[in-house]
């Protein structure tokens, strides 16, 4: 079992950029498809990005071309760099693995007009 623990989250002005971190405890990282989702009050939960073992990535279609998820298998961490920030994109982030059996609480990001 892997846990998770997320960081990056704030405030920031539409246009601007935010960098989400999520640190693995545990064995095998590199092995992991690992993913964000998000999700806004009274929303379901969204997949955002996911990368796989291999760094094959995709992307909800209204984050592509601004958000981009990376892996560093060294550092047992997964990134969602986030630019071009919309209010829209507001929300709960919330990273995933592939071996975390529960969703942990995430960080929020909020974007002001």
């Known amino acids: 079992q892997v846990q998770l623990r997320e960081s990056g989250g704030g405030l920031v002005q539409a246009g601007g950029s935010l960098r989400l971190s999520c640190a693995a405890s545990?064995?095998?990282?590199?092995?992991?498809?690992m993913a964000w989702f998000r999700q806004a009050p009274g929303n379901p939960r969204d997949l955002v990005a996911r990368?796989?073992?291999?760094?094959?990535?995709a992307y909800l279609p209204s984050v592509k071309g601004r958000f981009t998820i990376s892996r560093d298998n060294a550092k047992n961490t997964v990134y969602l760099q986030m630019n071009s920030l919309k209010p829209e994109d507001t929300a709960v982030y919330i990273c995933?693995?592939?071996?975390?059996?529960?969703w942990g609480q995430g960080t929020q990001v909020t974007v002001s007009l």
């Open positions: 545990g064995s095998g990282f590199s092995l992991l498809d």
């Open positions: 990368i796989s073992p291999d760094g094959d990535t």
């Open positions: 995933w693995s592939s071996a975390t059996p529960y």
